[in-house]
């Protein structure tokens, strides 16, 4: 029987920085509009939290079932390691769900936005699927796609809209650069899998491209939010401050393309992690002063 300490590490708490970040945008959004609705907000994060740890026991149930994880470079998932038993991490899964289900009920009726049920409802299916079902697409290199998707536009622009309407300009800007610097998370955390993952017959994009060409993309698409950043002050000068996470996004960005391997892609994946939460609070404060200046 797995120990508490198994079930948290199950949870991948080092994720949580990319449920967190879409609500610390999509926050500052609302307040740069001049809506001011921490409950909300706190639903928000209660979603997208909810969702994450949800995905990450889904994502360790169907790997472990299909014996994805029965060799691994990062830390033991349950199932993988036959610490917990397949039925008791797909539970753990559906109270996940469950919870995200009635939060986000809870953060529609607020706001009237009734048409976000569906949207929430797109977002489990995606979750289980990832790596769930017979054809998950997790499997055929559409991970990337998923995860700027879910994190990025949905997350980010589902937070403003509950909480104030429309989203402007700025709030798009934030929610691509929350997409992308998720899918750099997920993009070291394959790069790390390719052995594995080519071994399970898990064609992650990282699996396609090569270990060369996903190291490119990699430092790619942690330099793009930046470039953000710098483009939308010229519109808001507030939006410079997501410039502030630059040296951290520098320091991934070498390490990748020096070399960067095995178990030194895991301090990379945390930092990644990192790098988004910073990046996104820097942002989020950006937005919610954009309104003084």
């Given at each position: 029987m797995a120990t508490l300490a198994q079930w948290i590490e199950g949870a991948r708490p080092r994720t949580l920085p990319t449920a967190i970040s879409p609500v610390l945008v999509g926050t500052g959004a609302a307040i740069g509009s001049g809506t001011i609705a921490p409950g909300r907000a706190l639903l928000a994060l209660v979603v997208a939290v909810s969702l994450v740890v949800a995905v990450n026991f889904a994502n360790d149930y169907s790997d472990g079932i299909r014996g994805t994880d029965d060799t691994r470079v990062g830390p033991q998932r349950l199932v993988g390691s036959k610490a917990a038993a397949p039925v008791q991490v797909r539970t753990a899964a559906f109270v996940g769900f469950a919870v995200a289900g009635l939060a986000g009920l809870t953060l529609v009726s607020l706001s009237r936005q009734w048409w976000l049920l569906g949207i929430g409802v797109l977002c489990v299916v995606g979750a289980w699927f990832y790596t769930g079902g017979k054809r998950p697409y997790g499997y055929t290199g559409l991970g990337e796609v998923a995860v700027f998707v879910f994190f990025g536009p949905i997350a980010v622009l589902g937070t403003v809209i509950t909480q104030s309407g429309a989203p402007g300009p700025l709030a798009i800007v934030g929610a691509v650069g929350v997409g992308v610097?998720?899918?750099?998370?997920?993009?070291?955390?394959?790069?790390?899998?390719?052995?594995?993952?080519?071994?399970?017959?898990?064609?992650t994009l990282a699996v396609l491209l090569g270990d060369a060409d996903t190291r490119r993309l990699y430092a790619a698409i942690v330099i793009l939010p930046f470039v953000l950043s710098l483009l939308s002050a010229l519109r808001s000068l507030p939006m410079a401050l997501g410039l502030l996470a630059l040296p951290l996004g520098i320091t991934q960005v070498r390490r990748v393309l020096g070399g960067a391997d095995g178990r030194k892609l895991i301090r990379v994946l945390r930092d990644t992690g990192i790098l988004l939460l910073v990046w996104s609070a820097a942002t989020g404060v950006g937005l919610a002063l954009g309104a003084l200046v």
């Open positions: 610097l998720t899918c750099a998370v997920l993009v070291a955390n394959n790069l790390r899998d390719i052995p594995t993952d080519e071994l399970a017959d898990k064609r």
